[in-house]
């Protein structure tokens, strides 16, 4: 690449890191894989630089390139190696029920199916439409929507007696 095409692509990486990195973080629930994931778009970006940086939707662009960073995660042969037996305890941050909340939230959407779940980050967190979440995702609006029903039905026998829509504040 040339001295201009990366400057942009530092440039472009340097201000959209961290919705990158929040994105990635939502998705998967933990930051060192929310790390791994972003890290991975990025070289891919990096490689695909000199031909994707004039499309005209960039940042759809690359969302859809992180989305399926985190839904092909689980295929690469690294992600199955488990150095505990049991994952760490989550520490709660400090903030009270507000705090509790979100981390029962987070727990529970790491438990729905990857798909799924990309889904409803990208729907309700993200607040996208359907159409753009079709389009990040490469499938119709249709699954789109039988994804956020199955997600959403998922979600709410997790959380069991408790409302979604009262743990959806964070933003």
Same mark, same amino acid.
């Given at each position: ?62 969302? @859809? ?10 295929? =690469? %042969?690294?992600? /199955?190696?488990? +150095?505990?037996?049991? !994952? ?51 499938? @119709? ?10 997600? =959403? %039905?998922?979600? /709410?026998?997790? +959380?069991?007696?408790? !409302? ?8």
């Amino acid at each position: 690449m040339g001295d201009t095409a990366d400057s942009e692509y530092v440039e472009y990486v340097t201000a959209r890191l961290p919705a990158l990195h929040r994105l990635a973080f939502v998705l998967s629930g933990d930051s060192h894989r929310a790390d791994d994931i972003v890290q991975q778009t990025i070289t891919n970006l990096y490689v695909k630089w000199s031909r994707v940086r004039t499309v005209d939707h960039l940042d759809r662009y690359v969302r @859809s390139m992180l989305v399926n960073a985190f839904l092909d995660e689980k295929r =690469l %042969a690294w992600a /199955r190696v488990r +150095l505990f037996a049991e !994952p760490p305890d989550a520490v709660a941050p400090d903030g009270g029920d507000e705090a509790e909340d979100r981390t029962l939230l987070r727990t529970a959407l790491t438990q729905v199916p990857r798909r799924q779940r990309a889904v409803l980050v990208l729907r309700f967190y993200y607040d996208l439409p359907i159409d753009e979440v079709a389009k990040v995702l490469g499938v @119709s609006s249709g699954t789109v929507k039988s994804q956020t029903s199955h997600g =959403l %039905a998922a979600l /709410r026998r997790l +959380l069991g007696e408790r !409302p979604v829509a009262a743990l959806t504040k964070e933003r």
